[in-house]
């Protein structure tokens, strides 16, 4: 989903963007690009590769000068070659581009422009700006960026210079992330605030329709009619600590031991014993509209979808509400059936999922309130909702998800006990789930002492070519989980299926070469998990099995079992996630895979 940033100040700007982008790699990472206005006017370097490979670039033809932009890209129009990386110039070399988002009518423009005479050099979608720019008029940068985006659909988020305007950079976003940093004699454009919080914690959100014009000495925003815009200055509450890689060799295997306490974080200050309930100011909900709510819509993609099917088991077992969980990019399609007592919740880390934003606004144009679980503060579904909870879980950089999603099964279990006590809930049976709440972190911290039994695991694992993944209720969506952190990081293929759906089609796929991972924790269903162990041992599958310190032995049908210590039912996924995360995590390392930047894959998907 590409990550810009730019910057204008005191300071050589070189140094700024390449830190900056770096840290913005998890965004995209086929390609890589800088333009800086130097001395002797602009100049350019970018190539196909990673911002280490630009870093060399710029080691070997040396660049410098006190404002520029920069990109990382992911592609969406054309290959990830060096013709095609941002930023992109127009036909003179006055202007250059960078860019995050899809143009629409990308092919329109770019055949009204050429008859005009402009010559294109990449098969991107954004070099029409960049041409849209240098043709229209105007006395300043910003009223040309105004004139060009009359003639856009699609979302962007962007940020131009000028050669005859040095030191300004120009920002315009519709749709796609941009924020602004402030500091002392420097200002900064950025994705998002990672890239700048070494620099500043001072940042401006900016709004669909914003453009901000950046010199060295000031900012400011305006609209399409060049009318001031106010915007608010921000704190950032994030420490650069925690984006950084400290003694990890990867920020996944960090994020995944940092769980016990980002599942603290979440908890911090919500737990109200006394009450059997969770304390959640920033939901907006009145404990008349909690009663009132009579069917809740889950909307989420990835990793955060498989949270939101776990939080559909804890709400509607403490809420008894019906809850259902869509992707979000087949719901934001569906037809939208207005049903009275419909509450929206969308799940995302990042707060910036294009589909899940989408899927969001069409609940609510259909008349539903809707809620952000999110982990990004300020983020754009953060900001669009009506109300929510913050998963505070700090920033996730690994681009696999894992201490998001245990943090947000955790924000939905909060949110289900909230509920729950408005809706006949006991107090009794809100305290002991908050117990079960409050008690998750030093379990959490047991799960990850399983980590050398799960190396030895992961050596059988790293030979497969495929794996299943089984669970039942609560636990199916951690299987599913488990599979995809297994196919996303090491390139196996990895299925996740409900336990006893398995002898209605995978079973045909068992044998000693597939490695059988069961979920199996002890529940209700354990002993139907147990039934369909049977069921592939019979045929000569291989098991590993996740299960509760306590149970009986499986060994006649396991070969390697991993015991989470024991805690409710419907919190037990928080633990089963672990070994689980930790798996694809030591596959993926001995399979000699890039663990933080899987190929293909991008941390914040903000296009469509
Ligand atoms: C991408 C990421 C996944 C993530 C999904 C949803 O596909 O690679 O890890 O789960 O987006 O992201 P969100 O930020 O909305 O949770």
């Given at each position: ?20 982008l770096?840290r913005?790699e998890y ?19 970018k190539l196909a590769?990673r911002v ?53 009518n ?8 050429g ?6 050099r990449t098969?991107?979608?954004?070099e ?7 043709e229209?008029g105007?006395?300043?940068?910003e009223?040309?960026v ?16 000028s ?34 919080l070494?620099?500043t914690?001072?940042?401006v ?19 399409r009619d ?9 704190d ?11 003694d ?23 737990l109200v ?10 939901l ?20 955060s ?17 019906p809850?259902t969980?869509?992707?979000?990019s087949?719901?934001r399609y569906?037809?939208q059936?207005?049903l ?6 969308a799940v995302?880390q990042?707060?910036e999922?294009?589909d899940?934003?989408?899927a ?28 929510g ?42 305290q ?6 409050a008690?998750l ?11 050398p039994?799960?190396?030895r695991?992961?050596v059988?694992?790293?030979e497969?070519?495929?794996?299943l993944?089984?669970g039942?209720?609560v636990?199916?969506p951690v ?12 390139y196996?293929h ?16 068992i ?10 924790p ?27 310190e ?7 049908l ?26 694809a ?11 933080d ?11 469509e």
């Amino acid at each position: 989903m590409c990550g810009i940033i730019g910057y204008t100040g005191v300071r050589d700007a070189v140094p700024v963007l390449l830190r900056g982008l770096a840290r913005l790699e998890y965004r995209g990472y086929d390609s890589a690009g800088i333009a800086v206005h130097t001395d002797r006017g602009m100049a350019t370097r970018k190539l196909a590769g990673r911002v280490a490979a630009l870093h060399d670039l710029v080691g070997r033809l040396p660049l410098h000068g006190m404002s520029g932009i920069a990109h990382t890209r992911w592609a969406t129009h054309g290959a990830p070659t060096e013709r095609n990386a941002h930023p992109h110039a127009d036909c003179h070399g006055r202007f250059a581009v960078v860019h995050n988002g899809i143009i629409e009518n990308a092919d329109v423009l770019r055949a009204a422009l050429g008859r005009s005479g402009h010559v294109f050099r990449t098969e991107t979608d954004t070099e029409v700006l960049v041409h849209l720019i240098e043709e229209a008029g105007g006395d300043s940068l910003e009223a040309r960026v105004i004139a060009a985006l009359e003639h856009v659909v699609g979302t962007y988020g962007l940020a131009v210079i000028s050669a005859d305007e040095v030191g300004k950079i120009v920002v315009a976003r519709q749709g796609s992330p941009v924020l602004l940093g402030v500091g002392e004699d420097e200002y900064f454009v950025a994705s998002d605030a990672s890239a700048i919080l070494e620099h500043t914690r001072s940042v401006v959100y900016l709004d669909d329709g914003d453009i901000a014009v950046l010199t060295p000495t000031e900012y400011h925003i305006i609209d399409r009619d060049s009318h001031v815009q106010l915007r608010a200055v921000d704190d950032l509450a994030w420490d650069l600590d925690e984006i950084e890689l400290g003694d990890y060799r990867h920020f996944m295997l960090k994020e995944i031991c940092e769980q016990p306490e980002t599942v603290r974080s979440t908890l911090r200050g919500r737990l109200v014993f006394e009450d059997g309930t969770a304390r959640l100011d920033g939901l907006n909900l009145t404990p008349e509209a909690c009663a009132a709510v009579r069917r809740i819509v889950i909307v989420a993609c990835g990793t955060s979808w498989h949270a939101g099917l776990v939080g559909r088991h804890i709400i509607e077992a403490l809420a008894g509400i019906p809850v259902t969980v869509e992707y979000a990019s087949e719901y934001r399609y569906h037809r939208q059936i207005p049903l009275p007592g419909t509450l929206t919740v969308a799940v995302s880390q990042s707060g910036e999922t294009a589909d899940t934003l989408e899927a969001m606004r069409a609940a609510r144009a259909a008349g539903s309130p809707v809620l952000g679980v999110v982990n990004v503060v300020g983020s754009t579904i953060a900001r669009e909702a009506d109300g929510g909870i913050y998963l505070h879980a700090g920033p996730e950089v690994g681009v696999a998800s894992t201490k998001a999603f245990t943090s947000q099964i955790v924000a939905l279990a909060l949110f289900g006990l909230h509920l729950g006590r408005h809706r006949g809930l006991s107090l009794e049976a809100g305290q002991e789930f908050v117990c079960g709440l409050a008690g998750l972190p030093p379990l959490m911290v047991q799960a990850l002492a399983l980590e050398p039994e799960v190396q030895r695991l992961a050596v059988r694992y790293a030979e497969a070519s495929n794996a299943l993944y089984l669970g039942r209720g609560v636990n199916f969506p951690v299987a599913l989980e488990g599979a995809l952190k297994l196919k996303e990081i090491s390139y196996i293929h990895a299925e996740g299926y409900p336990a006893a759906e398995m002898k209605h089609g995978p079973i045909a796929l068992i044998d000693e070469n597939m490695p059988v991972m069961f979920v199996a924790p002890r529940d209700q269903v354990y002993d139907k998990v147990v039934s369909n162990m049977q069921e592939v041992r019979a045929r000569g599958g291989r098991i590993a099995a996740v299960t509760t310190e306590g149970n009986g032995d499986l060994s006649a049908l396991v070969d390697q079992q991993l015991r989470i210590p024991a805690t409710a039912h419907l919190l037990s996924p928080v633990l089963t996630a672990i070994p689980l995360q930790l798996l694809a995590y030591h596959v993926s390392v001995l399979r000699g895979c890039d663990v933080d930047r899987p190929r293909n894959l991008a941390k914040s998907v903000t296009v469509e």
